[in-house]
T-cell receptor, first 106, second 115 residues
């Protein structure tokens, strides 16, 4: 059964820094890899979806990569802003990690 | 024009009561889901319906009964509520029943508190 892990559980960085969030999964036969953002008291907003046959997806300052052989995905956020503060979750199909709580310090 | 809407946003009730949460999506998607997010923020799939047909039924107590009157609606009825049912329940939808190519779209959640 697929297990998705996100490390670290929390991360705090100064504004303007580039940062990487990590996601690992146990079964390389993934459906797809999706990154979400969750703001307090809100639902999840889809950021990027990488299909099983793809290696990466980009949207604005966000870049997500997928390496099935190593069971890893990363979400790269360039030039971080305070508005990026949120919890970021990754998911393989319908199986979610527990998220990384990101704080961008002004 | 909210894409996935859930009602109510907050629900406070006593143990033993029966309650329902409603979900509607206006995205024209074929598949809808219920997720439970516990106090540790862990999201776990509960149910999925595709065109009114139940396709996923995880290990959930049978006190929980989903109902899909049409593909745009998926409601969740909970009987004999227990303290451990307190959580945030999220509804979601996707175009693809195999969720391979289409992203999940989430509602804003219903915070259920059982006292």
């Amino acid at each position: 059964k697929q297990e998705v892990t996100q490390i670290p559980a929390a991360l705090s960085v100064p504004e303007g820094e580039n940062l990487v969030l990590n996601c690992s999964f146990t079964d390389s036969a993934i459906y797809n890899l999706q990154w979400f953002r969750q703001d307090p008291g809100k639902g999840l907003t889809s950021l990027l979806l990488i299909q099983s046959s793809q290696r990466e997806q980009t949207s604005g300052r966000l870049n997500a990569s997928l390496d099935k052989s190593s069971g890893r995905s990363t979400l790269y956020i360039a030039a971080s802003q305070p508005g990026d503060s949120a919890t970021y979750l990754c998911a393989d199909g319908l199986t979610f990690g527990k998220g990384t709580h990101l704080i961008i310090q002004p | 024009d909210t894409a996935v809407s859930q009602t109510p946003k907050y629900l406070v009730t006593q143990m033993g009561n029966d309650k329902s949460i409603k979900c509607e999506q206006n995205l024209g998607h074929d598949t809808m889901y219920w997720y439970k997010q516990d106090s540790k923020k862990f999201l776990k799939i509960m149910f999925s319906y595709n065109n009114k047909e139940l396709i996923i039924n995880e290990t959930v107590p049978n006190r929980f009964s989903p109902k899909s009157p049409d593909k745009a609606h998926l409601n969740l009825h909970i009987n004999s509520l227990e303290l451990g049912d307190s959580a945030v329940y999220f509804c979601a939808s996707s175009q693809d029943r195999k969720w391979r190519n289409s992203p999940l779209h989430f509602g804003n959640g219903t915070r259920l508190t059982v006292t």
